[in-house]
């Protein structure tokens, strides 16, 4: 296969990958490398991804972050872990923590309520003691602290 099929080959494959859902950079790359695609032409069409703004690793970690939180409901530690795994480096992930976290996003307490609050509605019927500690470590299985955990049960008295 010529260079330039390869390369047309690998677009392709990486503007299918990338219609299912927004990846990070290590995720295509590391989609590319599964399909054998040689590593100069993986090289050569992440670049082109660049340039048509269809790879933003500090974008991805902001969505694919609040994805999370809304989602699943993460805690700051349980976002960063996530994002770690997706291949998202350390400084787009502070940045996507700080943003989703800070001064305009939601604070982990009233994440951590959000989701306890749901959780405690599957649990009716359940005994105190035992949906207590299912609660925690639904909590804890998040990522939230044992201070977080601590108020969140103190305020909807657990």
Same mark, same amino acid.
């Given at each position: ?20 859902? *927004? ?14 695609? *040689? ?120």
């Amino acid at each position: 296969m010529t260079e330039e099929k390869a390369l047309a080959r690998a677009k392709s494959l990486a503007f299918r990958y990338l219609a299912v859902r *927004p990846r990070s950079r290590s995720e295509l790359a590391g989609y590319l490398a599964k399909k054998e695609t *040689p590593e100069e032409v993986i090289s050569e069409t992440m670049s082109a991804l660049d340039g048509y703004g269809y790879i933003d690793d500090r974008k991805f970690a902001i969505d694919y972050g609040r994805y999370l939180i809304q989602h699943k409901g993460l805690s700051r530690y349980g976002l960063r872990f996530e994002l770690a795994r997706k291949g998202v480096s350390g400084a787009d992930i502070d940045n996507a923590a700080e943003v989703l976290f800070g001064e305009d996003g939601e604070d982990e307490e009233s994440v951590a309520i959000r989701v306890s609050r749901k959780k405690a509605e599957s649990m009716k019927g359940i005994g105190r003691e035992k949906a207590r500690r299912r609660l925690i470590d639904y909590l804890r299985r998040r990522g939230f602290s044992f201070d977080i955990i601590s108020r969140t049960l103190r305020n909807l008295d657990y």
